[in-house]
């Protein structure tokens, strides 16, 4: 035991003496806004989408000048009109009676008239103010920036306040005051193309390359066809309601808000999965593909190598629903989980190729839906053509080998991060949703082969064709092996957990002997201190960071030694950290179920390992952010000027350099909102993400977390 505080008192040095005071838990959420949009275009009825202009009446008739005419928008249908000549006109009036500007202010972009009636204009050259005393120039000042701004655009908001946007930056008069925006202060790109200001004071800000909308605290990017059909912003209105229609040069986009709750959102991302993500009769939950970009047409399933991990990470978040609400729905989407999980172990048993007991296949196929993927795929010479440009890639056959019914082919060469996702999900299964002892004797018979499929073939797994890449675990090839170094405490970390659980299923001891064992004779506790081959924020690979965290919340929750449990929060704490700037839900939540007021003391004093006070609000930001759409909509970032780009200081020595990869200058990953990803495996420090928007994510990335803090009592049932 000394050993272990001493151990602690090393690792200790890498983990901040101090912390803030934490946020009162549970949070109550209640309605909040979630963001949509709604395209015009061509496609919907719109005439053209080339869009010009726009203007909201006050009576909410929206009215656009595209370049076949004007249109009104009646009844979700657009109509030609001859008022919007009108409506656009007036817009001309008050810039027909400014008078005369100063020769090099240039060409009259905008004017805008407060309350007091002053009038403020944005010119090509300039930003002038028309009072009695005529027409000056205004020079913006804040501190020891002054600014001649310059293609100035103007408007008032609701409050009295003048915002401008300009080549420079963006700015806001108020109180006799400037304050200046640039990338240094949040604002995301600065190629300005008009600004629209609320009646609540919500500002939008047209670019050449999106648009952007600020709130006076936090600001948003909407860029791509997430948001918009293109990127150009010629215009934009607001209507009574505060919701945003811009016109670019592909159409007209309508980005609107609807009151709801995060129980809302989380049932509308279970009855999309139900409707569209469910593979086979056994119902894997996995993305979808179709045929046209944004549409659900010729929708369609296809297999994937993480099938099990997937629909694992699905099914925990419906233990974590029936844990909190107790809802039936969420007792039997576990259930559903469970038999198609059982049935991975099930499907090899009597094959032709049968593994050793305890094997976990990937996924299966269909015979009668699907041609054989060992002739397709998975041919003897591709696998040999893949071999060349990978030495660990195993050339065997079959890969797909055909159940003994003759009904299903089941994937061999499983990997850790299978065995990461089932445990995580059999241990929530079995606590929190098995409610007899026949259905937790079916958990633990599971469990049971497997660790013991692991014991026997020196913690290894193994399938027909003998030892799979991935799921290796032996201290031979942990410790030895300078191949494994990178995996070394990830994979130490997970069969410490896996015997944690086997131990908290069955009280069988020799599951702690194993244990006792790996670390005594092969040290798994020390390389569990090191839990990634670790550079860094943004560094190394998002699926290990993934799989650690599941391993660790076991690991900590199911450890009956006190001690051990402190050596191991050590580790979590410091990965934890260096997770903290990508604002995810599900790890913040893994580690505040475990790391909250935790203390370990050493000879510099007692340490609070409870994570920073960010992990809730950062949470919730994420949770309320996520785009109902999970279309894979591209998402360019690289341009943004409030980004810093990673170093290669954090590059490995194998790679040598880091691309294409940043961060905001607030600290934080670009928000859920404003890239895309379908899994928590994704790297948020990649700038650019998404695709043609033809790949359906499913929304576990929500349900998840979601369901997480709400059994942990982080978030206020709604």
Not at 33 to 41: H, M, S
Not at 202 to 229: E, N
Not at 271 to 292: K, N, P, W
Not at 507 to 519: M, S
Request: hydrophobic share 35%.
């Amino acid at each position: 035991m000394r050993r272990l505080l001493g151990i602690v008192v090393a690792v200790l040095m890498l983990v901040g003496v101090l912390r803030a005071d934490q946020p009162e838990i549970p949070i109550n959420v209640g309605l909040f806004l979630q963001e949509k949009r709604t395209f015009y275009t061509a496609e919907q009825g719109l005439p053209s989408d080339d869009v010009r202009r726009v203007s909201v009446e006050k009576d909410g008739t929206v009215y656009v000048r595209t370049a076949k005419g004007d249109f009104r928008l009646e009844a979700d249908e657009w109509h030609s009109s001859n008022n919007a000549e009108a409506v656009f006109r007036r817009k001309q009036q008050l810039t027909s009676a400014i008078g005369e500007l100063p020769e090099q202010a240039g060409k009259v972009l905008s004017v805008a008239k407060a309350r007091a009636g002053e009038v403020v204009i944005g010119a090509e050259w300039g930003l002038f103010l028309k009072g009695p005393e005529g027409i000056r120039r205004v020079f913006p000042q804040q501190g020891n920036r002054r600014w001649a701004p310059t293609n100035v655009f103007v408007d008032y908001d609701g409050l009295g306040r003048l915002w401008f946007a300009s080549a420079q930056g963006a700015g806001c008069f108020q109180n006799g005051e400037w304050r200046l925006y640039t990338g240094v202060d949040g604002l995301p790109y600065d190629d300005m193309t008009g600004v629209v200001a609320g009646e609540d004071g919500t500002v939008w800000f047209g670019t050449k390359k999106g648009a952007i909308r600020f709130d006076g605290g936090a600001w948003a990017y909407r860029q791509g066809k997430r948001w918009l059909p293109g990127d150009e912003v010629r215009d934009l209105a607001l209507d009574a309601d505060g919701n945003a229609w811009v016109a670019t040069d592909a159409g007209l986009s309508w980005i609107h808000f609807t009151e709801m709750t995060l129980a809302e959102k989380a049932k509308y991302y279970e009855d999309q999965i139900d409707h569209r993500h469910r593979r086979t009769q056994f119902g894997y939950v996995i993305e979808a593909q179709t045929d046209t970009p944004g549409q659900f047409v010729n929708v369609r399933l296809t297999d994937s190598d993480n099938d099990g991990l997937w629909t694992s990470m699905y099914g925990a978040g419906e233990c974590f629903a029936y844990g909190a609400t107790k809802d039936p729905e969420a007792k039997r989407r576990a259930d559903d989980v469970f038999r198609a999980l059982r049935f991975l172990s099930q499907v090899p048993r009597g094959s032709k190729h049968e593994p050793p007991k305890g094997f976990i296949a990937r996924t299966i196929l269909e015979v009668d839906s699907n041609s054989d993927p060992n002739q397709q795929r998975y041919s003897l010479e591709q696998q040999e053509r893949t071999q060349k440009r990978d030495n660990y890639w195993r050339v065997y056959e079959p890969r797909w080998p055909l159940s003994a019914d003759g009904k299903y082919y089941w994937k061999s060469d499983t990997s850790s991060d299978e065995l990461d996702g089932h445990y995580f999900f059999y241990a929530l299964y079995y606590d929190l949703v098995a409610e007899n002892e026949q259905q937790k004797s079916a958990v633990r018979e599971l469990v049971r082969d497997n660790i013991d499929h692991l014991i026997k073939h020196d913690f290894c797994l193994h399938d027909h064709a003998g030892r799979t890449r991935w799921a290796v675990f032996g201290p031979h090839e942990l410790n030895q092996n300078p191949e494994w170094h990178v995996e070394r405490g990830l994979n130490s970390i997970s069969v410490l957990s896996y015997l944690n659980v086997a131990y908290h299923m069955t009280g069988d001891e020799k599951y702690r002997d194993v244990g006792k064992q790996l670390r005594e004779k092969h040290s798994y506790h020390i390389n569990a201190l090191v839990p990634k081959y670790q550079r860094g924020i943004g560094s190394g690979n998002q699926s290990d960071d993934e799989m650690a965290f599941m391993a660790f919340y076991n690991l900590i929750k199911y450890e009956p030694d006190p001690e051990l449990k402190k050596l191991y929060l050590v580790p979590f704490a410091n990965s934890w950290r260096q997770e903290e700037p990508e604002m995810n839900p599900f790890f913040n939540f893994c580690y505040a179920a475990v790391g909250s007021d935790v203390k370990v003391s050493n000879i510099y004093g007692e340490h609070d390992l409870s994570p920073w006070p960010t992990w809730l609000e950062d949470s919730i930001d994420t949770l309320k952010r996520f785009p109902l759409d999970r279309f894979d909509w591209q998402h360019t970032n690289h341009h943004r000027k409030d980004l810093l780009m990673l170093s290669n200081h954090w590059a490995d020595a194998y790679r040598g350099e880091i691309r294409g990869k940043g961060y905001r200058n607030n600290g934080k990953v670009i928000p859920v909102d404003e890239r895309y990803f379908n899994h928590w495996n994704s790297d948020p420090w990649q700038l650019d993400s998404g695709g043609s928007g033809r790949v359906i994510g499913t929304g576990t990335v929500y349900t998840l977390p979601y369901y997480m803090g709400l059994y942990h009592g982080f978030i206020a049932v709604d």
